[in-house]
Antibody
Framework: QVQLQESGPGLVKPSQTLSLTCSVS??????????WSWIRQHPGTGLEWIGD???????YYNPSLKSRVTISVDTSKNQFFLRLSCVTAADTAIYYC???????????WGQGTLVTVSS | DIQMTQSPSSLSASVGDRVTITCRAS??????LNWYQQKPGKAPNLLIF???GLQSGVPSRFSGSGSGTDFTLTISSLQPEDIATYYC?????????FGQGTKLQIK
């Protein structure tokens, strides 16, 4: 059973960098069959795709966030990472990691982690 | 970006009812359309892939149809555990985009 788990600070100050880790179990990022994604959900609203990475470090980013986003991967630890710079209150959201399958669905998802941007 | 528009935004139905949620894409996305169910406080869960494929473990009362720009999610007989918000998502092009969601409640 594939499981993903997000971790990282729940509170980030404005203008700082948000950093999250997604730990994967039950599948190997090195398999190369999937991309690995970050998606966020602002409180009470819809879902926004942030970006993807594969085992070799190829990335795709949402153009709306591209200037501030870096996604990286550590295959030895079976983890991938999100960094979002220059955060504002508008970046307050639940951040999910998910596997993007080779048939282009997000499955499964991590449980999500709430990140609040506040001084 | 491809815009995904769901209707209705909210829906109230009785147990046993047939429920239909629609999703319209702003351009042709072929069959690259997925549906997710999100229960309160939980992550979204894949229900339907490629417009009509039923994800393993999902009850058969859920079905999807459509292609091009117009898609439908149908619950054939609503159950109390189906209370959730439902999202469509296009995987035709980057950035992948989601509909705004349809909140389903029991009458």
């Amino acid at each position: 059973q594939v499981q993903l788990q997000e971790s990282g600070p729940g509170l980030v100050k404005p203008s700082q960098t948000l950093s999250l880790t997604c730990s994967v179990s039950g599948d190997s990022i090195s398999n190369g069959n999937s991309f690995w994604s970050w998606i966020r959900q602002h409180p009470g609203t819809g879902l926004e795709w942030i970006g993807d990475i594969n085992y070799s470090g190829n990335t795709y980013y949402n153009p709306s966030l591209k200037s501030r986003v870096t996604i990286s991967v550590d295959t030895s630890k079976n983890q991938f990472f999100l960094r979002l710079s220059c955060v504002t209150a508008a970046d307050t959201a639940i951040y999910y990691c998910a596997r993007l399958t080779n048939t282009a669905e997000f499955d499964p998802w991590g449980q999500g982690t709430l990140v609040t941007v506040s001084s | 970006d491809i815009q995904m528009t769901q209707s209705p935004s909210s829906l109230s139905a009785s147990v046993g009812d047939r429920v239909t949620i629609t999703c319209r894409a702003s351009q042709n996305i072929s069959f690259y359309l997925n549906w997710y169910q999100q229960k309160p406080g939980k992550a979204p869960n894949l229900l339907i892939f490629a417009a009509s494929g039923l994800q393993s473990g999902v009850p058969s009362r859920f079905s999807g149809s459509g292609s091009g720009t117009d898609f439908t999610l149908t619950i054939s007989s609503l159950q109390p555990e189906d209370i959730a918000t439902y999202y469509c998502q296009q995987s035709y092009s980057v950035p992948q985009t989601f509909g705004q969601g349809t909140k389903l409640q029991i009458k």
